[in-house]
């Protein structure tokens, strides 16, 4: 634990002097840039170097095995105890791992994306190593089965398991009658071996007390620290850790910081003691789960969650999840999602702009006398709310008929034609909307404003 501690020590740096250093933005670019080209070809299992800033401590029986010198090296999760992504000197770093993750319900494996740059400090746990033989096998029973915690019928039930459920299996009683089992990675106990189907003589013999371990593979479990508030200029991301899962999944499931999370999509993550976790869920939903609580975030919001360092220097959980709210949208747009494996996009919460349409059925706009502020309109087929006034540029959210909003400036966009500013990247074309009140009042800018 002594290298975390150095870890953490080494986060306590002063953020306004990262602001100060020459990072911005030639050299984040640069380092994200490397992973999207150097880590073309990464596998899975590994962490993948963005820029020569990164510091990885290794693991006593990895300590022999090449370290991370230029962009695209890359070295096995699981031989890596902790890692500091920004350098002594605090020059802006980026890494890149790629790892399997279980789904929170099941054992099925998908690979998940971590994004580490800035001021971040990561530890990683030992992982559970897989049994050496393992079996995979399904309930049969019709009326599903009972998963117990001890080789015997008359053994607390821990969990009943649906006909056809997925298992695996890493052993036999003594007697040959019951399977010990995994059911998630958090979930395992015995099962009659008269409800499964499967090929079992080669799963070796266990004691009915075998120790019951969570079966985190290398990257589903860890902890860490990173810089808040600390972009070294205006538009460029700050410090963080950006996870990925596949999205139209079921949830991949992760324990950060002591905390479940269950994602399907994409988050931007932040944690200090002093402010807690800041859980901003980008794309797609989440899960937040801790002793005291849980909370569902979707695409567009954050929770927080209070944490506190234990007398080994680690951070856990000290509250329920707060409840979700908006995030600032012009704050993460600039994310490195780029660098992402799959597909994202930084989700907008409409309503922190907009209003809904008039439950009446009417027009938001019949009331507007002509000298009362701008409000607009969309038209019947909606209104794409974009990340800059061009027609190429990304859709973030889409303003439905009749929902309204307030311009705080106007602009003639790349395709010539006016549009209506909402807020710091966010834009709708003027032709998409109908507006009332005194609009002329609406200042006009350049769209690069």
Not at 113 to 122: I, Q, R
Not at 230 to 255: E, H, N, V
Not at 396 to 408: D, F, T
Request: proline share 8%; glycine share 8%.
């Amino acid at each position: 634990m002594l290298s975390w501690l150095l870890a953490l020590n080494f986060l306590l740096f002063s953020t306004s002097t990262l602001a100060q250093d020459q990072a911005c933005p030639e050299l984040q670019m640069r380092a994200l840039a490397n992973i999207v080209e150097a880590c073309a070809e990464q596998e899975a299992g590994t962490l993948c170097l963005g820029q020569a800033t990164v510091t990885p401590v290794l693991r006593p029986a990895a300590a022999s095995i090449s370290r991370l010198v230029a962009p695209g090296d890359t070295l096995a999760i699981d031989a890596i105890d902790w890692l500091s992504v920004s350098d002594e000197d605090k020059t802006w770093g980026a890494a890149r791992a790629l790892f399997p993750a279980f789904a929170g319900d099941g054992l099925e494996a998908r690979t998940a994306a971590l994004l580490a740059s800035g001021n971040v400090a990561l530890f990683l746990p030992d992982s559970v190593e897989p049994p050496a033989t393992l079996a995979d096998v399904n309930v049969t029973a019709a009326q599903g089965a009972n998963l117990r915690a001890l080789p015997d019928i008359d053994a607390p039930v821990i969990a009943t398991l649906a006909v056809s459920r997925a298992l695996k299996a890493i052993g036999r009683s003594p007697g040959g009658a019951w399977l010990l089992v995994y059911a998630t990675p958090d979930l395992r106990g015995w099962i009659s071996d008269s409800v499964v189907s499967a090929s079992l003589e080669a799963l070796p013999a266990l004691a009915p007390d075998e120790e019951t371990v969570p079966w985190w593979l290398p990257g589903q479990r860890f902890d860490f620290r990173s810089g808040l508030d600390d972009a070294p200029c205006a538009g460029a991301p700050g410090s963080g850790i950006l996870l990925q899962t596949p999205k139209f999944i079921p949830p991949r499931a992760f324990q950060i910081n002591g905390t479940r999370i269950s994602l399907s999509g994409a988050a931007w993550l932040q944690a200090q003691v002093s402010s807690g976790m800041f859980i901003n869920v980008i794309d797609g939903g989440a899960r937040v789960v801790t002793a005291e609580g849980s909370v569902s975030v979707r695409s567009g919001k954050y929770t927080t969650v209070a944490l506190y360092s234990n007398d080994d220097g680690g951070l856990l959980p000290a509250s329920a999840p707060a409840t979700p709210q908006p995030y600032a949208y012009h704050e993460l747009v600039n994310l490195p999602i780029d660098a992402l494996p799959y597909r994202a996009k930084v989700g907008l919460d409409v309503y922190t702009i907009a209003e809904p349409a008039p439950a009446d059925g009417g027009s938001p706009l019949d009331a507007l006398s002509s000298d009362a502020p701008c409000k607009f309109a969309a038209l019947l087929a909606g209104a794409n709310i974009r990340s800059r006034p061009d027609p190429d540029a990304s859709i973030i959210a889409v303003l439905a008929h009749r929902e309204s909003a307030a311009p705080v400036a106007r602009a003639i966009g790349a395709d010539s034609l006016p549009w209506w500013k909402l807020a710091d990247s966010i834009w709708v074309r003027v032709d998409a909307t109908v507006s009332a009140g005194n609009c002329n009042a609406i200042p006009l800018i350049r769209a690069s404003a």
